[in-house]
């Protein structure tokens, strides 16, 4: 067989138009980053890294949904804590007030105190970590509505011994002074 001249030539341009398909491809993959441009030109490492990029989400995605959580529960337990105090010296200061020697003027001091403790409760129902409300259950887009109400009663046992004890705890939207559990009674 003869070898022409333009055999030469024709065998030249193919590999030519070869390796220019190829530069073109390894630069196409040098400046997107990425292997293969279509998932027909590989269909297994196309859904390789279709997983792998899946399972990247869904760790990130763990990540934020723990970092919430965590906060979350800080937020729960330091604000429960407060309310813990807060009850607690209510407590202490019922016990006081049910004290006959305590007269009106020093009741109505308590009572003050009390109701200051009480507004701080109300307070704390409305704590947020980070743009949520904790505490409105499944509303947590919104603020607990009205204000804490405690009722305080101060009475005797069926045994004649003197009680003091938070009878209720309630929420009153129109926070209004008329409701009866927003006083000390004597």
Excluded: C
């Amino acid at each position: 067989m003869r070898v022409t001249q333009t055999m030469l030539t024709q065998t030249n341009l193919k590999h030519l138009s070869s390796s220019y398909n190829t530069l073109a491809r390894v630069q196409e993959q040098l400046i997107s980053g990425k292997r293969i441009q279509k998932a027909s030109e590989d269909p297994v490492v196309a859904m390789q890294g279709i997983r792998y990029r899946t399972e990247v989400r869904e760790v990130d995605q763990f990540r934020r949904n723990v970092s919430e959580a965590t906060s979350w529960m800080d937020m729960t337990d330091s604000t429960l804590n407060e309310v813990t105090e807060a009850v607690k010296r209510i407590r202490e200061l019922t016990t006081q007030a049910a004290n006959d020697t305590y007269e009106s003027s020093q009741r109505a001091i308590i009572k003050s105190e009390v109701d200051q403790l009480i507004e701080h409760i109300g307070s704390l129902a409305n704590s947020k970590a980070g743009e949520k409300y904790i505490y409105n259950g499944t509303k947590t887009d919104q603020g607990a509505r009205g204000d804490a109400r405690v009722d305080l009663w101060n009475g005797r046992s069926s045994d004649g011994e003197r009680e003091n004890r938070i009878r209720s705890l309630k929420r009153d939207h129109d926070a209004s002074e008329h409701a009866a559990g927003d006083r000390l009674r004597t």
